[in-house]
Nanobody
Framework: QVQLVESGGGLVQAGGSLRLSCAVS????????LGWFRRAPGKEREFVAA????????YYADSVKGRFTISRDNAKNTVYLQMNSLKPEDTAVYYC???????????WGKGTLVTVSS
């Protein structure tokens, strides 16, 4: 069993920044990569960013390229999502996900809410 706990969500004004964290625990030996997804009001869950646990170039949705940065600290078993230049359209519940075999996501966190005001 793998557990993921997101934190760092909150209320910010447009143009502001937030840094989300996802703490990973449990049987993590099979991790291949971690990803961030989000579900905006009235929308389906969408991909935001992902990074391989071994490193390399991360992946981003076009909507967040240049504004969001995903990173991970293997020693701390934590993945981060730095969100800059936030827009109201970024308002969503953000979920951390764990993958043992790309592109499938095997485990999900409960999410953390990010609200961006105009």
């Amino acid at each position: 069993q793998v557990q993921l706990v997101e934190s760092g969500g909150g209320l910010v004004q447009a143009g502001g920044s937030l840094r989300l964290s996802c703490a990973v625990s449990g049987r993590t030996s099979s991790v291949y990569g971690l990803g961030w997804f989000r579900r905006a009001p009235g929308k389906e869950r969408e991909f935001v960013a992902a990074i391989k646990w071994s490193g390399g170039a991360p992946y981003y949705a076009d909507s967040v390229k240049g504004r969001f940065t995903i990173s991970r600290d293997n020693a701390k078993n934590t993945v981060y999502l730095q969100m800059n230049s936030l827009k109201p359209e970024d308002t969503a519940v953000y979920y951390c996900a764990y993958s043992s075999s790309w592109p499938e996501m095997d485990y999900w966190g409960k999410g953390t809410l990010v609200t961006v005001s105009s």
